[in-house]
């Protein structure tokens, strides 16, 4: 019973490295000529080097998919994980150690072949320190190694869905840093080349894990295959067109010339890649036809295989072919990794080495509204949330229930101003002005996030979502209450916590040299974005957001909360139009701007902007806040009268009836009369 998952997995280790050799031998990683005169460091670390890269890579991705398992794929009961999930948290703590070793030879082969150092005198030297505490690659290196471990000793004492989703995150997260400081950074367009690897490898890592985990279910336990299997199809459809767009994002900003493709080696690594990519599609396709919906037949409630003493051959054999189809996937993927990109031909300046495109001209009107430089980040994340937002109200009219339009309108609305400074001429123009950095802070932190939560994203999904098909497990709606209810949650959303954090962020990241070291780095100015809309959705979520808050404040406390932070703001850009020197002045220096105004002015010019902008938000929050207000008293006024009238119905008395009566007492009582009220 235990011997055809072993023996699948056996194979696709011994697929995936062999096609790692030939596809290394055929690019060139493996078959370096050692030049005279120059140090080499030897052919452990030539061949060393590409298989601890493939163990780690494969590690971490089989480390995500038993996670994934345990959290996702299979049902809980009552916030109690299934034995079966327990055991494979058990042995991700294994393969997350096996993760770390592999990380960590990583970290030692590659020293070695920079430094052109054997191996065995990089361990006990300086050089390995070194490379860690100087290179973002060897820091990218200690992080997953250090990140690895950490999942290796917390998975041994998991036992709640809850701590099992958790471990799967740092897993993802764990994930990103190797490949985000590899030949990404330094291609032609870094941006393109950043934000499709990152997605790459979170779509690719589920879906690749994922199958493996749900094989080895099948023919190892059984258990709740069908709703197991049903939840990874409909995750896997996503993750493969999440692959293939952000492969084709990656091709295109490493091979600019689609001659590039067949003239050189790692154009035609990139051709192998895409061959196996398409047959992964086509096994994805007989699986959505033929052996899901006889598992669903062979089992259709999904909950627990029948007595048989035989797993589901027919899904089996095809996903552990499906399987090996992927170790070679992953084996070409790792060759890549090893493979130089073809080197740009046309003279590289200085600016776009820095920045990743030329300087543009001097900035107007016309050219923030046609010189767009779409960012694949904003641009995926728009779409989700608009097909999502659109899909839940379909959803709700398809059953006949009602949305209102200005939620929506509102909605469509903030993404509307997401996109307006990410991917117009604001994007072009914000890394080389600090004004225009600033039009974007300021739109992303105090308008977008308006818009957003007057949209109700949340009330909409826990109208849409439907409970989970099995008594007590965790379906998506299910997740999202746990979100909701959660202490991590209840603690930042609380007033006090939601104000600091869009209050002293600001001042945090302007003010120190976080600003500069953020600017250098495509990720971290991505990041920094994304900080700047997250902390401004969380502060009005707490203002004026329709969704369910962890605590509900006054009318009167949000306007006062509003009233003392919005000069902040206002605090902040006069800080910065009284600044003499330039924030992050490294960086604006490098770009030698040859136009406009000095970086200083430039920089007056932002405070200006910061200090005028906090008017909009303002205006727009105090109309809605007075809507909302009113809205809430009719509520109160209807509850109040519905209340009344079952009570007259039911010819008892209420509160309000026993006052009204009081009321009209005192009418009838002579002057001389001492009128109390009722006691209680």
């Known amino acids: 019973m235990r011997r055809p998952g072993a023996a699948i997995a056996a194979a696709a280790a011994i697929i995936g490295i062999g096609v790692m050799v030939v596809a290394g031998l055929a690019g060139g990683a493996l078959r370096e000529q050692v030049i005279p005169g120059l140090s080499d460091a030897g052919t452990l670390t030539r061949w060393g080097l590409p298989v601890s890269r493939f163990v780690m890579e494969a590690g971490g991705t089989l480390t995500v998919g038993v996670l994934l398992g345990a959290a996702v794929l299979l049902p809980s009961t009552r916030g109690v994980l299934d034995p079966h999930a327990v055991r494979y948290l058990r042995g991700a703590s294994w393969i997350a150690a096996a993760w770390a070793a592999g990380a960590a030879a990583t970290l030692i082969f590659t020293v070695s072949d920079i430094l052109g150092i054997p191996a065995g005198k990089i361990v006990g030297g300086s050089e390995l320190s070194s490379y860690v505490g100087q290179i973002p690659q060897g820091t990218a290196l200690m992080f997953v190694v250090l990140l690895a471990a950490l999942i290796a000793l917390l998975a041994r004492t998991a036992a709640t869905p809850g701590s099992a989703a958790g471990l799967l995150v740092v897993a993802l997260v764990a994930l990103l840093p190797p490949p985000l400081t590899g030949h990404s950074s330094s291609s032609p367009n870094h941006e393109l080349a950043i934000s499709g690897l990152a997605m790459h490898i979170l779509a690719l890592s589920p879906w690749v894990g994922g199958l493996i985990a749900l094989v080895w279910h099948a023919t190892h336990d059984g258990d709740h295959l069908g709703v197991a299997a049903g939840r990874f199809s409909r995750m896997a459809l996503w993750c493969y067109v999440a692959v293939g767009v952000s492969g084709a994002a990656n091709a295109v900003s490493r091979l600019p010339d689609p001659s590039l493709l067949y003239t050189t080696d790692y154009g035609r690594l990139v051709l192998v890649k895409l061959a196996l990519f398409v047959v992964l599609g086509v096994f994805g396709y007989l699986h959505r036809e033929r052996t899901l919906p006889a598992l669903m037949a062979h089992n259709p409630k999904g909950y627990a295989r ?110 509307v101003t997401i996109v307006a400074v990410t991917m117009t001429g604001m994007a072009t123009y914000s890394p080389v002005l600090f004004s225009t950095h600033m039009i974007q802070h300021m739109v992303l ?118 009233f003392v932070t919005m000069p902040f703001h206002a605090f902040f850009g006069i800080a910065l139009m009284n600044l003499g020197k330039p924030l992050a002045a490294g960086w604006y220096t490098a770009l030698h701007r040859p136009w406009g105004t000095s970086v200083v002015a430039d920089q007056h010019t932002g405070g200006a902007i910061a200090w005028a902008f906090g008017e909009i938000p303002t205006f727009i929050v105090l109309i809605a806040m007075v809507f909302q207000w009113y809205a809430d008293d009719q509520r109160l006024a209807r509850r109040i009268e519905r209340r009344a009238d079952r009570a007259e119905a039911a010819q008892t008395d209420d509160e309000l009836a026993e006052y009204n009566a009081y009321l009209a007492s005192l009418d009838k009582r002579p002057p001389s009369a001492s009128a109390s009220p009722p006691q209680e």
């Not at 899909?391 to 059953?399: D, E, I, Q, S, Y």
């Open 306 to 415: 029948p007595a048989v003493t035989r797993p589901p051959w027919a899904f089996v054999r095809l996903a552990g072919v499906e399987i090996m189809v992927m170790a070679a996937t992953l084996g070409v993927a790792v060759a890549l990794a090893r493979t130089a990109p073809p080197a740009v031909t046309t003279d590289e300046d200085a600016v776009t080495s820095v920045i990743g495109f030329p300087m543009p001209p001097p900035i107007t009107v016309g050219r923030l509204a046609t010189m767009w430089r779409p960012d694949l980040f904003f641009a995926v994340l728009v779409v989700v949330l608009a097909g999502l937002y659109a899909a839940g109200v379909a959803r709700l009219r398809a059953r006949g229930d009602g949305w209102p339009v200005g939620r929506t309108i509102s909605w469509g609305l903030g993404l």
């Open 445 to 562: 932190s105090m308008l977008s996030p308006i818009l957003l939560v007057l949209g109700a994203p949340v009330t909409l999904a826990l109208r849409a979502l439907k409970p989970a098909a099995i008594r007590g497990d965790r379906g998506p709606r299910e997740w999202l209450t746990i979100v909701l209810h959660s202490r991590t949650l209840r603690f930042i959303g609380h007033p006090a916590t939601a104000t600091v954090i869009f209050i002293a962020s600001t001042y945090t990241v302007y003010f120190t040299p976080l600003f500069g070291y953020l600017m250098r780095a495509h990720i971290g100015h991505l990041a920094m974005l994304v900080h700047f809309l997250a902390s401004g959705i969380l502060f009005f979520w707490v203002l004026i957001g329709v969704d369910p808050t962890p605590r509900k404040l006054p009318y009167v406390a949000k306007m006062l909360l509003l």
